[in-house]
């Protein structure tokens, strides 16, 4: 199956900073998801971005699928940015999503 | 987007005892799908609920373990089946309407 690969797995940043998370995955891909699981573990859909680029507020995302990896940029952080951020792909023809180790992310004040 | 309920949001169960979660959703939906979330770990497919016919259940999940029913296209249960500690988890389902959209977990602790 397809494999999904996640960096950093953790990330501590200072509040105000930039960060930027990767996600390579081994396969042509129909779907690719960037989730934020808060504390409460609520899945929060953050983007649905196969391919191309798309931006919300602070939060913008990237996938190139020809090169198979996908980022997602974080400016200007807050702490209620703290928690654990999938990235999560579907197969050519499959629905499935196959989700990656997720980066644990920790915005102190 | 559709909205989706879980039901109970949280248990404590013996071992050995089955315990069944319902998802609701506010809208009728073709696919749907059940995750376990083992404590730190990421989110892991067990199932898809298909209306009217059996799950379609991943490799290392069975039917006797995770039996899964789908009576409607609003509506699925799962049952955790002889419990055990190793079963302690956070279930989740899924729907997709061009992407997936998650419930708000069911999260188990097995004694």
């Known amino acids: 199956g397809i494999q999904v690969e996640q960096s950093p797995p953790d990330l501590i940043l200072q509040e105000g900073a930039n960060s930027t998370l990767r996600c390579n995955f081994s396969?042509?891909?129909?779907?690719l998801q960037w989730f934020h699981q808060n504390p409460w573990g609520q899945l929060i859909n953050l983007f649905y971005?196969?391919?191309g680029t798309k931006q919300n507020g602070r939060l913008s995302a990237t996938t190139v699928a020809t090169e198979r990896y996908s980022l997602l940029y974080i400016s200007s952080s807050q702490t209620t940015d703290s928690g654990v951020y999938f990235c999560?792909?579907?197969?050519?023809?499959?629905?499935?999503?196959?989700f990656g180790k997720g980066t644990k992310l920790s915005v102190i004040p | 987007s559709a909205v989706i309920s879980q039901k109970p949001s949280r248990d404590i169960c013996q071992r050995g005892t089955s315990l069944t979660i319902q998802c609701q959703v506010d809208s009728q939906v073709t696919m749907m799908f059940w995750y376990r979330q083992q404590p730190g770990q990421s989110l892991t497919l067990i199932a898809t609920?298909?209306?009217?016919?059996?799950?379609?259940?991943e490799s290392g999940f069975v039917i006797d373990k995770f039996p899964i029913s789908r009576p409607n296209l609003t509506f699925s249960t799962l049952t955790v089946s002889n419990m055990s500690p190793e079963d302690s988890s956070i279930y989740l389902c899924s729907v997709e309407e061009r992407e997936q959209f998650f419930g708000p977990g069911t999260r188990l602790t097995v004694l």
């Open positions: 971005i196969p391919s």
């Open positions: 609920a298909n209306q009217g016919s059996e799950a379609t259940y």
């Open positions: 999560a792909v579907a197969g050519a023809g499959s629905y499935q999503l196959t």
């Open positions: 396969d042509s891909v129909n779907n």
